[in-house]
């Protein structure tokens, strides 16, 4: 996602968990297509973290344009009963305080023609019975997609989301038995998970121009997996 705003002249700043490896990896792509790149490590879901290195980042990067919120934790627990307090707080804390925390700091800067972009889930849609805390999170940021879109277009900026499934990432393997990994990817009609870089475009396509009449809406793109909006 990266590599491809910066395909089109975006300068970018990123902020992960601790990856140290991937993201000096994905530094160095970035500023191989010609824009510059800012990592940040650290955990989003603190909101003082949040504060503080976006503001730090809108100094650096000279401004602010788009903002796209894709933290993620994931982990795989299929028995109910077996859901402890940490991980419920953790599941909420990294995929939906984060989203407020970080675009709380961040409207701040942004202007009319800005753009908020979302990451979400089928899961919001259809359920995966063995992500019971991450699909409740993700309808969460469905729903803060759309409550935010209507709060925030008087002020001329948008907010969407991407809703992917499968795609593959080191997500997938590092979360869940092996078992599921060697079946992930067959349930849509392509039959086969997604590469990052066949959704990257739908992140692009949402914080250009091209959408401009898009708001509160969500692209999915998901091998062609039905899904009800």
């Known amino acids: 996602m990266a590599v491809f705003f910066a395909r ?29 790149c800012m990592v940040v490590a650290g955990d989003i879901g603190n909101s003082f973290f949040c504060n503080e290195q976006v503001t730090a980042s809108v100094a650096w990067l000279g401004g602010l344009n788009i903002l796209v919120n894709n933290a993620a934790y994931q982990p795989f627990q299929d028995n109910a009963e077996h859901l402890t307090d940490e ?17 709380r700091a961040c409207l701040t800067y942004l202007e009319s023609g800005d753009t908020i972009i979302n990451t979400v889930s089928v899961t919001a849609y259809r359920g995966s019975s063995h992500l019971l805390d991450y699909t409740a999170s993700k309808a969460a ?24 499934v499968p795609i593959w990432t080191p997500l997938t393997p ?6 599921h990994v060697s079946r992930f990817g067959a349930q849509p009609l392509l039959k086969r998970p997604g590469q990052p870089e066949e ?11 091209d959408s401009s009449y898009f708001t509160g809406s969500v692209l999915h ?9």
């Open 174 to 179: 590092s979360t869940f038995p092996a078992e």
């Open 141 to 164: 940021g469905l729903g803060f997609t759309r409550a935010l879109a209507r709060m925030v277009a008087d002020r001329g900026i948008r907010a969407n989301a991407v809703a992917p």
């Open 221 to 229: 793109p998901d091998g062609g997996e039905i899904v009800n909006e």
């Open 199 to 209: 959704v990257a475009p739908s992140y692009v396509f949402l914080a250009s121009r």
């Open 8 to 36: 089109e002249g975006a300068d970018v700043a990123i902020f992960y968990y601790d990856e140290h490896a991937d993201a000096q990896e994905t530094k160095t792509m970035v500023e191989q297509e010609g824009s510059r």
């Open 87 to 103: 991980q419920l707080t953790k599941t909420f804390q990294t995929n939906v305080f984060s989203y407020f925390y970080m675009t």
